[in-house]
C-alpha cells in the first residue's frame, strides 16, 4: 500500500518549537555563565543592602537570608554556580558586615563560626537542592517518554486512519527531541543523511557520528515485516547536540507503532512456515 500511496497524503512537517529543552525540561532555565555570574553577585547585592541595618540588627539574620540566596541558586541545578554561591556568600558577609567592616579579616570568634557556618549549610543546602532538581526534570522525561508511547500505541489500538497517526507521531517527536521541524517521507533514504538506529545510534552511512558534534538533521526509518515503508526527517535546532540514549530509544518505539499502524491498515500476506518433521505443540482446550 506504501507505494500505491500518492506521497503528497503521507507527507506531514510540523514546524512548532518547544519552550522546553530536551527531555520535557521547562524552557527559561539560566545556561552555565548566566547561573555562575547570579552565584558571584547576588550575595554581594544582598550583603551591601544590608550594610545600613548591620548595627541595628544580628550578622545571624543576614547569614540565614544569604543561604537562601545559595538555596535559590541551586534551583539552577548548576554546582559550580552553587560553589560559587556559597564562597561569594561567605566573602561578601564577612567583608561588608562583620567587624572590622571592609576587611578581609574577622575580629570576634562567633563571626568566624556564623561564617564558616553560613558557607557550609549554603554549600551542602545548595547540593540538595541540585540534585532535587536534577530527579524531578529526570522524572519529567521519564514521563514525557512513557506518555508518547503511550499515545501512539492507543491510536493504534483505537484503529485511527494512518495520516492521523503519522501526523501524531511527528508531533510527538518534535516534543520528545526537541525538534525544529519533524516530517514523514516515503521516498527512499537521503544519501550522507545521519540515520537513527534501532539500538539508539546515530550513524552516517559509513561511520558513526562523534556524539559530542553538533548536527543539523537525522532520519528513523519506519519498518514493517522487514520492509520500510518510510522516513521521519528529524530536523534539529542550530548546534543541537546528540539526544540521550533514552529519548533516542523512546523515539524508535514510537515508530515502531506508526509501522504498526501501516501492517494493520495495509497488512501484507504472511509467508508460509517452514515444513518441519520434527514435534510440534498443539494447543488443546479443556473439555
Not at 560559587?84 to 561567605?90: I, R
Given at each position: 500500500m506504501a507505494r500505491r500511496t500518492d506521497p503528497d497524503d503521507l507527507r506531514?512537517?510540523?514546524?512548532?518549537?518547544?519552550?522546553?529543552?530536551?527531555?520535557?525540561?521547562?524552557?527559561?532555565?539560566?545556561?552555565?555563565?548566566?547561573?555562575c555570574l547570579a552565584g558571584l553577585t547576588a550575595p554581594c547585592a544582598l550583603a551591601a543592602?544590608?550594610?545600613?541595618?548591620?548595627?541595628?540588627?544580628?550578622d545571624t539574620d543576614?547569614?540565614?537570608?544569604?543561604?537562601l540566596v545559595v538555596l535559590a541558586i541551586g534551583l539552577t541545578a548548576r554546582r559550580l554556580a552553587v560553589?560559587?554561591?556559597?564562597?561569594?556568600?561567605?566573602?561578601?558577609?564577612?567583608?561588608?558586615?562583620?567587624?572590622?567592616?571592609?576587611?578581609?579579616w574577622i575580629q570576634r570568634t562567633p563571626d568566624l563560626q556564623t561564617t564558616l557556618t553560613l558557607a557550609l549549610v549554603g554549600i551542602v543546602g545548595g547540593e540538595v537542592t541540585v540534585r532535587a532538581v536534577r530527579?524531578?526534570?529526570t522524572a519529567r522525561a521519564e514521563n514525557v517518554r512513557l506518555t508518547s508511547v503511550t499515545r501512539?500505541?492507543?491510536?493504534?489500538?483505537?484503529?485511527?486512519?494512518?495520516?492521523?497517526?503519522?501526523?501524531?507521531?511527528?508531533?510527538?517527536?518534535?516534543?520528545?527531541?526537541?525538534?525544529?521541524?519533524?516530517?514523514?517521507?516515503?521516498?527512499t533514504a537521503q544519501?550522507?543523511?545521519?540515520?537513527?538506529?534501532?539500538?539508539?545510534?546515530?550513524?552516517?552511512?559509513?561511520?558513526?557520528?562523534?556524539?559530542?558534534?553538533?548536527?543539523?538533521?537525522s532520519e528513523l526509518s519506519v519498518w514493517g515485516h522487514g520492509q520500510v515503508f518510510g522516513h521521519f526527517v528529524l530536523e534539529f535546532p542550530p548546534g543541537a547536540r546528540r539526544p540521550s540514549r533514552a529519548d533516542l530509544l523512546a523515539a524508535t518505539a514510537l515508530v515502531d507503532q506508526v509501522g504498526a499502524a501501516f501492517m494493520a491498515?495495509?497488512?501484507?500476506?504472511?509467508?508460509?512456515?517452514?515444513?518441519?518433521s520434527g514435534p510440534r505443540l498443539r494447543v488443546v482446550p479443556r473439555a
Open positions: 506531514w512537517g510540523r514546524g512548532h518549537r518547544r519552550s522546553a529543552a530536551v527531555g520535557g525540561v521547562p524552557g527559561g532555565r539560566l545556561g552555565p555563565v548566566a547561573a543592602s544590608w550594610i545600613p541595618l548591620r548595627t541595628m540588627l544580628p543576614l547569614a540565614l537570608l544569604l543561604v560553589a560559587l554561591a556559597g564562597v561569594s556568600a561567605a566573602l561578601w558577609f564577612e567583608f561588608l558586615d562583620t567587624r572590622p567592616f571592609g576587611e578581609l530527579a524531578r526534570r501512539a500505541a492507543s491510536r493504534l489500538a483505537s484503529g485511527d486512519e494512518l495520516g492521523a497517526v503519522i501526523a501524531a507521531a511527528a508531533d510527538d517527536l518534535t516534543r520528545l527531541m526537541a525538534l525544529r521541524r519533524c516530517s514523514f517521507e516515503v521516498a544519501r550522507g543523511r545521519a540515520r537513527l538506529e534501532r539500538d539508539g545510534r546515530i550513524t552516517l552511512p559509513d561511520h558513526p557520528v562523534d556524539p559530542g558534534a553538533p548536527w543539523s538533521s491498515q495495509a497488512p501484507f500476506p504472511p509467508e508460509p512456515p517452514e515444513v518441519s
